[in-house]
């Protein structure tokens, strides 16, 4: 989970609203020049005094935590000493190598670091990132927007700690919080047992070739229905007639379920460039992942059926052809047209309906 921090320094008619939501949403901090601002939130949210342009207030209280300027407040660390009750925290504007370089040790040294990059790129960060890596504090970037705090996040794979965001209006605080919770949470796959094997016919199926290569037991879930799906395995394994494509996963007929970001679910028909989706590996570990590209063609179809444990049937289309591959327990790879009866195969079984793609607890019927 990643810290989010909401800036209501600058804010105007709406603070009160703007504030209500943050708490609603369970945002990690609020920041604010006054103390006074803080002075009224509950002890659920981390009250933040960060004064930048304005002389240190005297009542430090009731602030969790101090963001300082060394040059206009003192260094944090003697500030510590003065005020030994107070957390301290070091503000750095990034606009040269000189201001990256103390970025770089109060990253290494402080245990909060609040850092601004006037530039758009993202290098500057990513050199942060490293130089501080397996230090203790903690890193908070100021963004301009919930899309800069995206990628923010996405930096050198693990992202900032936390970022830290001005709302423009109510509603930033929801789209904050959603951008920083985990959007590939794990999930709990179970042994599916094939009971049925046949084939159905001519139709259109979806490879799914994505903008990242996929690991030997990784793949893609996907079903005919929303309440169970089977694991499809990557072209990450050798093929005898052509190379491997370890971006892509040859998925299933173009109406199949796929799980995607935020627990939503898409048709493999709906995806896009740029769109994403849910990769998978055979202990259930997720991560989101950016679709490249999706190649839909006509191609004869073979129908696996297959039953959970606790009696949940389960459907999978997929390109009737021995490369098309499956993941069995332990990551085994298996070739659908050599599927038979009695073998078992991964998949997962979402609690919930799907209307327009999300999740929703209605009486529903699929067959």
Known sequence: MKLCWLDIRNVDGAKEAIVEEALHQRVD?????????????????????????????????????????????????????RFPDQE??????IVDADSLEEACRAARHEKWSLLYFR???KIPLEIVLAAAAGADGSIITQVADVEE?????????HGSDGVMLAPAAVGAATELKAAAVSTAADLS?????????????????????????????????????????????????PLPYMPTR??????????SYTLSANGRTNYL??????????????????????????????????????????GVTVNLIVQDDWHVRVLGP?????????????????????????????PIAEFCIEK
């Open 29 to 81: 901090a609020i920041v604010a020049a006054d103390p006074a601002d803080l002075e009224s939130l509950p002890p659920t949210v981390k009250k933040v005094l960060f004064p930048r342009n304005l002389p240190l207030p005297e009542k430090l209280e009731p602030a969790d935590l101090v963001i300082v300027e060394p040059d206009r407040h003192g260094d944090p660390a003697v500030l510590a000493g």
């Open 88 to 93: 301290f925290g070091r503000y750095v504007e």
């Open 119 to 121: 530039d758009p790129t």
């Open 149 to 157: 705090a995206q990628i923010v996040f996405g930096v050198l794979e």
């Open 189 to 237: 796959l179970v042994e599916l047992e094939v009971t049925g094997i046949r084939r159905v016919g001519m139709g259109e199926r979806a490879c799914v070739d994505t903008c990242t290569n996929f690991g030997l037991d990784e793949g893609i879930l996907v079903g005919s229905h929303s309440t169970g799906m089977i694991l499809c395995c990557s072209e990450t394994h």
């Open 246 to 255: 370890p971006f892509r996963v040859n998925a299933g007929a173009l109406h």
């Open 269 to 310: 028909s709906e995806l896009v460039s740029g769109g994403r989706v849910l990769a998978v590996d055979a202990k259930g570990k997720a991560r989101v992942v950016t679709v490249g590209r999706v190649k839909i063609e006509t191609r004869p179809l073979l129908a696996i059926d297959a039953v959970s444990p606790s």
């Open 330 to 358: 332990g990551g085994t790879v298996l070739n659908v047209t050599e599927l038979a009866p009695g073998a078992k195969v991964l998949g997962y079984l979402p609690v919930e309906q799907r209307h327009v793609g999300y």
